[in-house]
């Protein structure tokens, strides 16, 4: 089944992290990253198109700047991104140029791909750049980006990146051998996991969290982002990007690192970016007998099973769909304002236009905009 796997995924996308680009406090690992440029020269070589989602540029950067560990503010960060992006983009293109193969830098921030339109066009230069032969870099623009807009670690953006290139695998590497039932660190009996079905609530609590100065993700983020790609019908598979020849181990069907299962069933690629890619403007609070229709029968959000609305929001806006315990159940794209859902909850729908004065539909949120969690 792996072999099988693998050997169909002609689109992958790889996330490099910064503990594996980089060599301690030294900066970027330059041998290292000479090595994946030829693994992954080797897979162009088999017909299989290749994006990359790379950390390291803070790391790189902070280096030149001479700060010692994590930067301490926001502003020493993007400083640091500033310089590393050129510097890591710089290591990339000579790595690569050996060869014969052109990288293309692509910066992005979660508003680039939360806005349709941008989202898109995002695609189709991704889509052009390939057809091109050219292997593109992703990163998250940390230079300029805040907290309202950020995608929060590389792992989260690397399975955003899966969907949008319509990739058919993510391969995760990182600075251990794969996924174990415990933390391997600090557990010497912890065993690591070569095939998981499905990520469970116990797959969930088996993982701890980032034990690096360098990196902002841990194992619970990089559950998350498998998670994601599984929920896209696609696979992931995680392994130690340090051991050399990683990547020519892998595709050869040597069974290494973990392999994680695409969901059963799969969202389609706009319910996969109204679930994850969009940031919640607020909550919808629903009642019992709304939640179970919700959950067992993929209904639409009518507004008589609205008990409260939360925060403000425009028509248009991702919202969160909550039980009363506050249990998140969905996601949506609501079709009124915080304001209107605020004097229609309660009421039937054949009631909207007589409170409204207008109408632009009988739902809350249409079952072809909302995704059940």
Not at 42 to 60: C, K
Request: glycine share 10%; charged share 25%.
């Amino acid at each position: 089944m792996r072999t099988s796997i693998l050997t169909k995924a002609k689109r992958i996308v790889i996330k490099i992290g910064s503990r594996v680009l980089t060599s301690g406090d030294n900066g970027l690992d330059l041998a290292l990253i000479d090595g994946l440029a030829a693994e992954v020269a080797a897979l162009r070589g088999e017909g299989r198109e290749v994006i990359i989602v790379s950390s390291g540029a803070v790391a790189a950067g902070r280096k030149e700047l001479g700060i010692e560990g994590r930067p301490r503010s926001i502003p020493q960060k993007q400083a640091a991104a500033a310089i590393g992006q050129s510097h890591l983009m710089r290591t990339y293109e000579e790595a690569f140029a050996r060869f014969g193969h052109k990288v293309a830098q692509i910066l992005l921030t979660r508003d680039d791909l939360a806005n349709r339109l941008r989202f898109l066009n995002a695609r189709a230069t991704l889509d052009t750049l390939l057809s091109f032969g050219v292997i593109p870099v992703i990163n998250e623009n940390d230079t300029v980006v805040v907290d309202e807009i950020k995608f929060g670690d590389n792992d989260n953006l690397s399975a955003l990146v899966t969907n949008l290139a319509e990739a058919q695998l993510l391969v995760i590497l990182t600075d251990i051998d794969g996924f174990y039932d415990s933390d391997p660190r600090t557990n010497p009996e912890a065993r690591l996991i070569h095939l998981v079905k499905s990520i469970t609530r116990e797959t969930e609590r088996a993982a701890g969290g980032s034990a690096s100065s360098v990196g902002t993700g841990g194992m619970v983020t990089k559950l998350a982002a498998a998670k994601k790609a599984a929920q896209s019908g696609v696979p992931t598979l995680m392994v130690n990007g340090r051991m050399p020849g990683v990547l020519t181990e892998a595709f050869a069907g040597r069974e290494i690192g973990t392999l994680f299962l695409p969901a059963r069933e799969s969202l389609n690629r706009r319910k996969h970016w109204i679930a994850h890619t969009l940031k919640p403007s607020g909550r919808i609070v629903v009642d019992d007998g709304a939640r179970t229709v919700l959950a067992r029968q993929g209904k639409s959000l009518l507004p008589s099973g609205v008990v409260r609305v939360e925060g403000e929001f425009d028509r248009g806006a991702c919202v969160r769909v909550c039980g009363t315990d506050g249990t998140e159940i969905a996601r949506g794209l609501v079709d009124y304002s915080h304001a209107e859902i605020e004097r229609i909850l309660g009421h039937r729908s054949n009631e909207i236009e007589t409170i409204l004065g207008y109408r632009y539909g009988d739902e809350i949120i249409h079952r072809d905009n909302l995704v059940v969690l």
